[in-house]
C-alpha cells in the first residue's frame, strides 16, 4: 500500500532549502473576531451590573481592551454618593495593590540601564538592611528578586500593610533599624508583602535619585500619555475623585482617604478606566515576541519577563469556572503580577488591588490580545469574579482562537524531506536530514514496516496537511486517508541547520 502513495508524497512535497532558520511570529486568523467581541457587551453589562447592585458596590468602572484598544468601557453608580456624582470611565478610582506591577516595571527599567541587578542583595541599595537577622544564620540574604515575587521571608501582612500608605520614608526605614520578624527564610516559600514593595519602592528611589513616585510618573506614566494618573488624593479634581465606602448597617459609610507615601509602591495609585487601559495595552503589546522596533517605555521582553511565573506554582485542583464547569487551574506569582494557568490552557495575568474604600482587578489574556478591568469604590470590593465572568462570556459566546504560530520555514522543509524518505526508508540514511542520534535510537527496516501498515489501514492517500507548529523546531503533519489518518510528529536539533532528532508516526482513525 506504500507504493500506491509513493506518487502523492512524492507530488505533495517540494524541493525548497531552507538554509537558515526565520522566525515568523503568531497572527490572529480571524477577522472578525472583534465583531464577535462586540457581540457581547450586552451581556457583560448585565453581568456588571447584577453583580454591582447584589454586592453594594456604591460605583464601578469597568471596560474591556482587544489589541491595545479601550474597545468598550462603562460607568455605573456613584462615585460620591450623597451628591450623586455618577461613575465613569474617566473617574479617578485608587486602585491599592494594582499598583505593584508599575513599580515592577520601575525596577526592571533600571536594570536595563545596568542601575541595579535582581539578584544583588537589597541591602547594597538600602544600607539599614546589611544588619538583618534572619531566622537562621545560613540564611540567603534578600535579594531585589525575592522582593518583586514574595519571597523575601516577610509574613503576609495585608491588614496592617493597608494602613501604612501613608508612612514617611523615615518611618520605613525605621524598620529595618529596629530588626525584622520573619515568617520564612529568604527564597524559601511565597508569602505577599506589601513590606517587600514598599522597600522596592525606596530601592528605586535611592538608585534614580529621585522618589517612586517622579521616577514612574517621568519614566512610565508620562510616556505612555497616563496624565489623569496620581499619586496623592489632594491632586485629584475633585469632580473625578471616587470616594471610598462600607456596606455597614444597610448603608455606604464613606472611608477617609490615606494620603501618599512609603507604602505608596505597594497600592497608592490613583487612576481612571482610560488610563490604566494604556497600561493594559503596553502589557498586551509585548505579544507575540517580534522584531518590530521599541515603542514603548520598557523593553518587550522585560514586560515578558515580568509576566513569566517566575514564583511556586499552586495547583487548585478543584477549580471551577463561573458557570460551574470543573476546571482545575494552576497560579503563580510573577513581579507585581499574578499568572495562572486553567485547564484549557489558556493564561491569565494581572493583578487584583483591594483597599479600606476600594476594590479593583485587571486580568490579560495575551495569547488571545483581550483584558478586562474593573473599579469599584467599596472596601475590599471583589472586583475578579466578575472580570472573570466576562472573560468566561467572551470565550463561550465569540469562540475566538488565540494567536496561531506559522510553521518556521525549517520545519516546512524537514517535513517535506521526511515525505520522501517516508515514501522509501531503504534511502534515509543518505538522505542527510537526521541527526547522528536517530539511527541508534530508530531502525530503517522497523520504520518501514511500520510506515507501511499505517498506509495499509490509512488506505489512498487524499491529502497532506500543513505542518502544525507546537514552536519554531517541533511539529507534526496529518497525511489523510481514505479510512484512517496518519499524523507525523517530528523533532529538530539545535544544530544549524537543524536536524530531525525524534519521528513518530501514528494512524488516527477518522
Not at 37 to 55: G, M
Not at 257 to 278: C, K, N, P, Q
Request: aromatic residues 12%; hydrophobic residues 40%.
Amino acid at each position: 500500500m506504500i507504493k500506491k502513495n509513493l506518487f502523492w508524497l512524492l507530488l505533495f512535497s517540494c524541493c525548497t532549502a531552507a538554509s537558515a532558520q526565520t522566525y515568523k511570529p503568531a497572527a490572529f486568523t480571524d477577522p472578525d473576531r472583534l465583531k464577535k467581541i462586540e457581540a457581547t457587551y450586552p451581556v457583560i453589562d448585565q453581568i456588571y451590573k447584577k453583580y454591582a447592585e447584589d454586592n453594594h458596590w456604591p460605583g464601578v468602572a469597568y471596560g474591556i481592551i482587544v489589541d491595545g484598544k479601550l474597545v468598550h468601557t462603562v460607568g455605573l453608580g456613584y462615585t460620591d454618593v450623597p451628591n450623586k456624582i455618577p461613575a465613569t470611565p474617566k473617574s479617578a478610582f485608587r486602585i491599592a495593590s494594582m499598583t505593584k506591577s508599575l513599580t515592577a516595571m520601575a525596577i526592571l527599567k533600571l536594570r536595563d540601564e545596568g542601575r541595579l541587578k535582581l539578584d544583588n542583595p537589597a541591602y547594597l541599595y538600602i544600607p539599614e538592611m546589611k544588619v538583618t537577622k534572619y531566622l537562621t544564620k545560613d540564611a540567603t540574604p534578600i535579594t531585589i528578586r525575592h522582593l518583586l515575587t514574595h519571597a523575601a521571608g516577610y509574613p503576609e501582612d495585608n491588614p496592617w500593610g493597608d494602613r501604612q500608605l501613608g508612612v514617611s520614608d523615615a518611618e520605613l526605614v525605621a524598620i529595618y533599624k529596629k530588626g525584622v520578624s520573619f515568617s520564612n527564610n529568604p527564597g524559601q516559600g511565597y508569602e505577599y508583602s506589601n513590606l517587600g514593595f514598599a522597600t522596592l519602592g525606596y530601592i528605586i528611589k535611592k538608585v534614580s535619585g529621585k522618589t517612586y513616585e517622579t521616577y514612574i510618573t517621568d519614566n512610565i506614566l508620562k510616556p505612555l500619555g497616563m496624565t489623569h494618573t496620581y499619586w496623592e488624593y489632594t491632586k485629584v479634581p475633585k469632580e473625578q475623585l471616587a470616594l471610598g465606602y462600607r456596606w455597614l448597617d444597610d448603608k455606604w459609610v464613606e472611608q477617609p482617604l490615606l494620603h501618599d507615601g512609603a507604602y505608596g509602591a505597594m497600592g497608592g495609585l490613583i487612576t481612571t478606566i482610560e488610563d490604566f487601559s494604556i497600561y493594559m495595552a503596553l502589557h498586551l503589546d509585548a505579544w507575540p515576541p517580534r522584531d518590530d522596533a521599541e515603542t514603548g517605555p520598557v523593553k518587550r521582553s522585560s514586560i515578558r519577563e515580568m509576566q513569566y511565573p517566575w514564583d511556586v506554582n499552586y495547583l487548585t485542583a478543584n477549580a471551577k469556572t463561573t458557570t460551574g464547569r470543573p476546571c482545575p487551574n494552576v497560579s503563580a506569582y510573577a513581579y507585581g503580577l499574578r499568572w495562572a494557568k486553567d485547564c484549557d490552557n489558556r493564561v491569565y495575568i494581572g493583578h487584583t488591588g483591594g483597599l479600606p474604600g476600594f476594590g479593583s482587578q485587571w486580568n490579560i489574556m495575551p495569547d488571545y490580545g483581550i483584558g478586562v478591568v474593573s473599579f469599584a469604590n467599596l472596601t475590599y470590593a471583589r472586583a475578579g469574579y466578575p472580570n472573570t465572568m466576562v472573560l468566561d462570556t467572551i470565550m463561550a459566546l465569540t469562540g475566538i482562537k488565540p494567536r496561531q504560530l506559522p510553521a518556521s520555514l525549517i520545519l516546512e522543509q524537514r517535513k517535506n524531506d521526511l515525505l520522501k524518505v517516508i515514501a522509501d526508508w531503504s534511502k534515509a540514511k543518505e538522505s542527510g536530514i537526521f541527526a547522528d542520534n536517530f539511527f541508534m535510537d530508530y531502525f530503517p527496516d522497523k520504520l518501514k514496516v511500520a510506515a507501511a501498515a499505517a498506509f495499509a489501514k490509512a488506505g489512498k492517500t487524499v491529502s497532506i496537511g500543513d505542518v502544525i507548529p507546537e514552536n519554531q523546531l517541533r511539529g507534526y503533519f496529518i497525511i489523510k486517508g481514505e479510512n484512517a489518518n496518519i499524523k507525523v510528529s517530528f523533532t529538530l536539533t539545535p544544530e544549524n541547520p537543524p536536524l530531525i532528532q525524534e519521528y513518530h508516526l501514528d494512524v488516527v482513525m477518522q
